[in-house]
């Protein structure tokens, strides 16, 4: 069971509905659309950063030395956002 409540599951399915649509996708929303082979710059701070790849999992995240946050970024291949839209809206669609 997700979760999320149902705003916030409600909301989620929206934004993944805008992304998979290709609108809403603007570096101010943090979210990217990368096509193979394109380079887009994340970011400038290479020690502050971690980038992981479609199916690549959450996992071994450095600390840099300095003890200052690391951000993330996470990219998703289509597959992946349709999956986690059908898992949202099931969720979203069971009574509990």
């Not at 149902?6 to 996708?25: E, H, P, R």
């Not at 603007?26 to 970011?43: R, T």
């Amino acid at each position: 069971k997700n979760n999320l409540n149902l705003d916030q599951q409600k909301a989620m399915i929206d934004s993944l509905k805008q992304v998979l649509d290709g609108t809403n996708i603007s570096a101010a929303n943090k979210n990217y659309l990368i096509k193979p082979g394109q380079l887009i710059e994340l970011s400038n701070d290479l020690e502050h950063t971690q980038v992981f790849a479609p199916f690549e999992p959450l996992s071994d995240i450095n600390q840099p030395k300095d003890g200052k946050p690391v951000t993330l970024f996470k990219f998703y291949s289509k597959d992946e956002l349709q999956t986690r839209l059908q898992t949202v809206e099931d969720s979203y669609n069971t009574p509990s």
